[in-house]
């Protein structure tokens, strides 16, 4: 079975430019998760989707941060635009069902903005 | 307050050997799930166990194991017959109100960097 798949898998840009960020899930799987780690500490949660509809998007910078799950699989995580503390590495989950199952993580895509 | 609390920045343990790496939570919340991930140095977090607060026994996956004491509100990993792959940053992690609740955000701890030497 084929896991979490994230790309770009390294990412550097200048402050103010925009980037995005790309998840597919393991096949089947309904909820998926977007969390930032920056260095040092754990990873926290940004925006958690079951299905295509957001059910936890309360850390979310909104001013800044977007995300999407177009059709219930793949998402999307947009910065726009981008700070020198938005470097860090966004990690994408996904679980089976619901907020009860296991989350398994993607490799990440490691962020630098200069 | 810290939901997850990790003490120990650094661990080493000789090959072979066991290791204990801590984890304390804190949460008023009857329903939670505890996890451990494994994050080598490649970047992705590997899921290795995980503890219900309503389970009795204790979480064994081959050989890791989670000591699991309620009342202390501790969370403990602990790893037997060490290898050198197991050299990694390691999470606790928490989910609150697992049973019901659609939230599946985890909540973690700073980590544990263990290195494994021969």
């Known amino acids: 079975e084929a896991g979490v798949a994230q790309s770009p898998r390294y990412k550097i840009i200048e402050k103010r430019q925009s980037v995005a960020f790309w998840c597919n899930p393991i096949s089947g799987h309904a909820t998926l998760y977007w969390y930032q780690q920056i260095l040092g500490q754990g990873p926290k949660l940004l925006i958690q989707f079951q299905n295509n509809g957001v059910v936890d998007d309360s850390q979310l910078p909104k001013d800044r941060f977007s995300a999407e799950r177009l059709k219930g699989v793949d998402s999307t995580l947009k910065i726009q635009p981008a700070k020198l503390e938005d470097s860090a590495v966004y990690l994408c989950a996904s679980s089976f069902r619901g907020a009860a199952d296991t989350q398994y993580f993607g490799p990440g895509t490691r962020l630098t903005v200069l | 307050a810290q939901k997850i609390t990790q003490t120990q920045p650094g661990m080493f343990v000789q090959e072979k050997e066991a290791v204990t790496l801590d984890c304390t939570y804190d949460t008023s919340d009857p329903s939670y799930g505890l996890f451990w991930y494994k994050q080598p140095s490649s970047g992705e977090m590997i899921f290795l166990i995980y503890?219900?607060?309503?389970?009795?026994q204790n979480a064994t996956e081959g050989r890791y194991s989670l000591n699991f004491q309620k009342a202390r509100k501790s969370a403990n990993l602990v790893i037997s017959a060490s290898q050198l792959g197991d050299s990694a940053m390691y999470f606790c992690?928490?989910?609150?109100?697992?049973?019901?609740?659609?939230?599946?955000?985890?909540?973690f701890g700073r980590g544990t960097q263990l290195t494994v030497w021969p």
């Open positions: 503890q219900g607060s309503y389970d009795q």
């Open positions: 992690a928490m989910r609150e109100g697992y049973r019901g609740s659609t939230l599946g955000r985890l909540y």
